[in-house]
């Protein structure tokens, strides 16, 4: 088998403001798999936040290059479980790798993961479309830009963040989703719990701080919306931690090290009565078509990663206002343009 690496520099659609900082483009890592006829892809993105560079994952992937080359494994758990030993300090690059595989192993037996995993597509949660933080009226021109999606995912974590979704709500129906990326208070969080939910919104994503976990037991005890864990839920025990205090995690591939421990802690939130959700990040469809995998696992999911760019390299679901369509294409139905 061999590893190929594709460095990407991406234009984004707009410039993206969440609470921690803007973004104009956006460095991805794409892992190619090759064994025979058969190639498989992954992906992972570089986020300041978390300390990921497209240098560090290269490097991480190289330190284990002669160890991923010369595995043997039928099941790409099979091939993590060898491998994160190596890499368990590179969560990101980890996953990339472990979509790729995902993706191989599909060709390779010639049928969709999901059906590979006895997954049922058939009912399939909603897709929200993401809002960045911006002046007022430019996150109206924003959502209008995708006018028609039955919901939206607003960032927040400004000083105007009531009046942001007072004038959203002028110009839509649509459910809303809040995500602070842990920029408020629990006194906070509880205050506008209320009149968010009045605005219509479903729930508040990783309202505080990711360590503040006495301050998620205050919100927990008063707040008028559930609360989904973002931040504070990275890997496999994150989700018990999380089962007291929030009501759902949003599990995300790069964060968790790849679809193996995903599944893996998507089915134990959902043992734990936690809602389920996964999250994208700003990822081109090759890293999209790794979470439609996982879509029946779930209760919601934020996978607009590939339309928040100016170009996308790949193929793979497509997503029209909301409603995801898988490919009828073995793995993670991927097709790389390059
Ligand atoms: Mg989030």
């Known amino acids: 088998m061999e590893l190929k690496l594709h460095a990407l520099s991406l234009p984004l659609r707009h410039p993206f403001r969440v609470a921690h900082g803007v973004r104009e483009t956006q460095e991805n890592l794409i892992v190619e798999l090759v064994d025979g006829d058969h190639r498989g892809f992954g992906e992972a993105a ?19 290059r002669h160890a991923i080359e010369s595995a043997a494994w039928d099941r ?6 060898q491998i994160h030993p190596l890499m368990r300090d590179d969560l990101f690059a980890l996953a990339a790798l472990d979509e790729a595989a995902h993706d191989l192993w599909g060709q390779r037996e010639g049928k969709a993961v999901h059906a590979l995993w006895g997954l049922d597509v058939s009912a399939i949660p909603l897709s929200d479309y993401t809002i960045g933080i911006d002046t007022i009226p430019t996150m109206v021109a924003k959502m209008q830009e995708f006018a028609g999606w039955p ?6 974590g400004t000083d105007e963040d009531l009046a942001i979704v ?22 906070q969080t509880i ?24 301050g998620m037991e205050r ?42 421990p995903a599944k893996r802690m998507l089915e134990r939130a959902r043992e734990l009565g936690l809602k389920t959700m996964v999250g994208c990040m700003t990822e081109t469809s090759v890293g999209i078509a790794a979470i439609a995998q996982l879509l029946p696992l779930l209760d919601y999911v934020d996978m607009d990663g590939a339309l928040l760019l100016g170009r996308d390299p790949a193929e793979g679901v497509t ?12 793995g993670n139905g991927v097709i790389w343009h390059g």
């Not at 790409?76 to 479980?81: H, S, T």
Request: net charge negative; glycine share 6%; proline share 5%.
């Open 46 to 64: 570089a986020i300041p936040y978390y300390n990921v560079t497209q240098d560090s994952m290269s490097a991480s992937l190289e330190k284990a």
């Open 219 to 260: 919100v927990k005890a008063a707040c008028a919306l559930p609360v989904i864990a973002d931040e504070s839920c990275i890997i496999a025990s994150d989700v018990e931690r999380c089962a007291g205090v929030f009501d759902g995690v949003n599990v995300k591939l790069l964060k968790a090290g790849g679809m193996t």
């Open 166 to 187: 007072r004038e959203l709500r002028q110009h839509t129906d649509a459910v809303f989703r809040i995500d602070a990326n842990t920029a408020w208070t629990a006194e």
């Open 191 to 214: 205050e506008l719990s209320g009149p968010l939910k009045e605005l219509g919104v479903e729930f508040l994503e990783q309202p505080l701080k990711a360590d503040d976990w006495a």
């Open 151 to 156: 919901i939206y995912k607003i960032k927040l």
């Open 76 to 81: 790409p758990e099979a091939l993590w479980e």
């Open 319 to 330: 997503i029209e206002r909301g409603v995801v369509t898988l490919p009828d294409r073995p």
